[in-house]
């Protein structure tokens, strides 16, 4: 959710609380742009990516779709070429690359400490790297990793119930909010 949505989503949540009315409904759109090597299905990006497994490079002995693993270069170079970081657009790539790459349970997101773990200090370097250069905001704060912050990690495919694991291995990777 790019910065100034997040701004209006709480001005408009402050005031019809205030008035105690109900809660604001936000419909962002923005079209699906999926890594290199995979392809739109059913809203997600899916397949294979640059590095996975059969393809000479990364990825795990299952052969599935967890794609590159171990190789966080090949994510970090897709991650570089995602345009407006921190944006509703750039979310969603990210999303799709994270979860391509990292939800080895393949439940639909990074639900679990194995998963969050398994990220590269060259990927959340590369996000934070994102969001500060085209939002001007960490990635720590911008999705609410960091403590008493307001909660989007899920735009980029993180369970809640991994917002503190992540917020440690960002830490231990150097970044902060």
């Known amino acids: 959710m790019h910065l100034q949505q997040v701004r209006t989503a709480l001005l408009c949540l402050t005031f019809l609380t205030l008035m105690g009315l109900g809660g604001c409904t936000f419909i962002i759109q923005a079209p699906i742009v999926c890594p290199e090597g995979t392809m739109l299905q059913n809203g997600r990006c899916m ?24 190789n966080g270069a090949s994510v970090v170079g897709q991650l570089s ?12 790539s990210v999303e799709s690359l994270l979860l391509s790459n990292y939800d080895s349970n393949k439940s639909g997101s ?19 790297d994102a969001t500060r250069r085209d939002d001007e905001v960490p990635v ?20 809640l119930d991994v917002r503190e694991t992540a917020a440690q291995k960002m830490e ?3 970044l902060s909010y």
């Open 47 to 70: 397949g294979q990516v640059v590095g996975a497994a059969g393809q000479g490079g990364g990825g795990n002995a299952s052969g599935g779709n967890v794609g590159a693993v171990n």
């Open 81 to 92: 070429s995602f345009p407006n970081g921190g944006s509703a657009e750039w979310d969603t």
């Open 110 to 128: 990074i639900d679990n400490n194995a998963e969050v773990n398994a990220i590269p200090c060259d990927v959340w370097s590369a996000m934070d």
């Open 140 to 159: 720590m704060a911008l999705y609410g990793f960091a403590p008493d912050y307001l909660w989007a990690g899920d735009a980029l495919g993180f369970d």
């Open 172 to 174: 231990s990777c150097g």
